[in-house]
């Protein structure tokens, strides 16, 4: 058992070294679940991204995946031609592109999350509403920390 901290808690330690090992465990998710649908790990992810964004620009797709223009095409180009996804030019501006993912797209990616989903989805559930406030704070404060050091402040 481990060792609990003046509040009750787990030392900082302990739970920096849990959220290593979530963090292990989320990249061998990814890269499971792009070898179980034989898409390549950039594709799947995103596909993924795409899903969960309802599409987006090939601009920010590059930029949340660390991407070039010509990678995303590439990209792009070999989702489309699974049929994962389509390329949609808004009436409003010739120059968009929009990267949305098909019906066959978002199945694959639901498909593969569908039973992580639902055990983090029991687990929540179990939380009383004190508990389920403070995971909620400490998530937000656990993203924002990731943005910030993807895009740190430059002002």
Same mark, same amino acid.
């Given at each position: ?8 808690? %787990?030392?900082?330690?302990?739970? $920096? +070294? /849990?959220? @290593?090992?979530? =963090?292990?465990?989320?990249? #061998?998710? &990814? ?7 034989? %898409?390549?790990?950039?594709?799947? $992810? +995103? /596909?993924? @991204?795409?899903? =969960?964004?309802?599409?987006? #620009?090939? &601009? ?17 180009? @070999? ?27 978002? @199945? ?48």
């Amino acid at each position: 058992m481990q060792e609990r901290g003046a509040e009750g808690g %787990l030392p900082s330690d302990a739970v $920096v +070294a /849990l959220m @290593r090992g979530l =963090a292990r465990g989320v990249q #061998t998710m &990814v890269a499971e679940s792009a070898r179980s649908t034989s %898409l390549r790990q950039p594709d799947f $992810v +995103a /596909l993924s @991204r795409l899903v =969960a964004e309802d599409g987006m #620009t090939g &601009v920010e797709l590059g930029r949340t995946m660390s991407l070039n223009a010509s990678s995303v095409t590439e990209l792009a180009d @070999r989702l489309e031609s699974s049929a994962l996804i389509v390329r949609i030019r808004p009436g409003y501006d010739r120059r968009l592109v929009i990267l949305q993912a098909t019906a066959r797209g978002r @199945r694959l990616v639901e498909g593969v999350y569908k039973s992580m989903l639902g055990e983090l989805t029991e687990i929540v559930n179990g939380l009383e509403t004190d508990e389920l406030a403070i995971v909620t704070r400490f998530l937000q404060d656990v993203a924002a920390a990731v943005d910030h050091s993807i895009a740190p402040d430059t002002g």
